[in-house]
């Protein structure tokens, strides 16, 4: 798979790149020693969606220790709403932080949400698929065509619209978008309703791999390769009173997603529980098409935010007059500096 060969060669060239001394700034960062949080574990709150295995690193933290090596004792909440409401739950102190996708989260942080950004999480977690004879091999062949999602205001929605509009094709007029519960999009499929769908993993995977489905595109291809899609954004003012616990938070969910891309096995029988329909060498199989050792910190993060950004205002999510760059250092946090 095209996800798969990106992370092995990122893995390779960071080996190699250490070797050399050359490693990137955001590795050096993640890399340097930093004194432990002293006295009792700190209490900290992470709201995170267990439904989506691309947060995978949120349970490796957990099981693996990254948050009792920093010195957190993390509460989880498990969020099925919205973003807004999530991001409002974060800057009204009612959690510390939460794990979510940047295209999810751009829009209502333009409003003034008190959250920061610090770090991506991976990269890669949406999938288009069609049948294998539906002819359909790439983003331009979806001129015309209906494309089922979970949301037409949503991630999915907005991603693809970008990249289509990228290839010069309007996502308005020129493509039919289709709501569907998740869980119907693979009847709607087979009923003919639409000719492709748009999901991730794990209902992707299984979608795939039980009605005999291609894959079309996803999000790391057009450009997006090297590009994380997730984040984790910390309460503003637990950043300006304690900043010592969100860089440990921020170390330990950064620390977690770099061992799940390197121990995928493991890391899939960790998820198992919040998939118990699915084996766990299927979730490993998933986590494959999630690039896990991808997560900027530190000015490349801010220049992806602002890549995001204009992306965005592309497709009038936000405002044409908003300066990508300015935007991105408001919202986004070094905590590891």
Not at 64 to 69: E, L
Request: negative net charge.
């Amino acid at each position: 798979m095209i996800q798969s060969t990106f992370g092995v060669s990122r893995r390779h060239l960071l080996s190699a790149l250490s070797l050399a001394g050359l490693v990137p700034p955001a590795v050096r960062a993640l890399a340097q020693d930093t004194p432990r949080l002293e006295g009792p574990p700190r209490k900290v709150t992470l709201a995170w969606m267990p439904t989506a295995l691309c947060m995978i690193a949120i349970p490796v933290a957990d099981k693996k220790g990254f948050f009792t090596k920093h010195n957190l004792d993390v509460e989880f909440v498990n969020w099925a709403g919205s973003t807004d409401l999530l991001l409002e739950a974060i800057s009204t102190g009612k959690a510390d932080a939460g794990v979510g996708m940047i295209l999810r989260w751009l829009k209502p942080l333009e409003q003034g949400f008190d959250v920061k950004l610090t770090a991506g999480t991976h990269g890669g977690c949406m999938h288009i698929l069609a049948g294998s004879d539906s002819g359909l091999k790439g983003i331009t062949d979806l001129r015309k065509k209906r494309l089922g999602v979970g949301d037409v205001s949503g991630v999915d929605k907005n991603f693809f619209s970008i990249v289509l509009k990228k290839h010069g094709i309007d996502p308005d007029n020129d493509v039919e978008w289709k709501q569907f519960p998740p869980d119907m999009l693979g009847e709607a499929l087979q009923k003919g309703e639409i000719d492709a769908l748009s999901t991730s993993d794990p209902l992707a995977f299984i979608l795939k791999h039980n009605n005999n489905l291609i894959e079309v595109t996803n999000n790391l291809e057009n450009g997006y390769e090297n590009l994380s899609c997730c984040v984790l954004g910390i309460r503003g003012s637990l950043i300006r009173s304690d900043r010592p616990v969100a860089a440990a938070l921020t170390r330990a969910v950064i620390e977690a997603a770099q061992w799940a891309s390197e121990h995928q096995a493991e890391s899939g029988a960790i998820y198992a529980p919040f998939a118990p329909k699915q084996r766990p060498e299927d979730l490993a199989k998933m986590l494959d098409s999630v690039t896990s050792d991808h997560h900027p910190v530190q000015r490349p993060f801010v220049e992806e935010i602002a890549f995001y950004v204009d992306d965005l205002k592309s497709v009038g999510v936000i405002k044409p007059s908003v300066d990508a760059g300015k935007f991105a250092s408001r919202v986004c946090a070094d905590v590891l500096a």
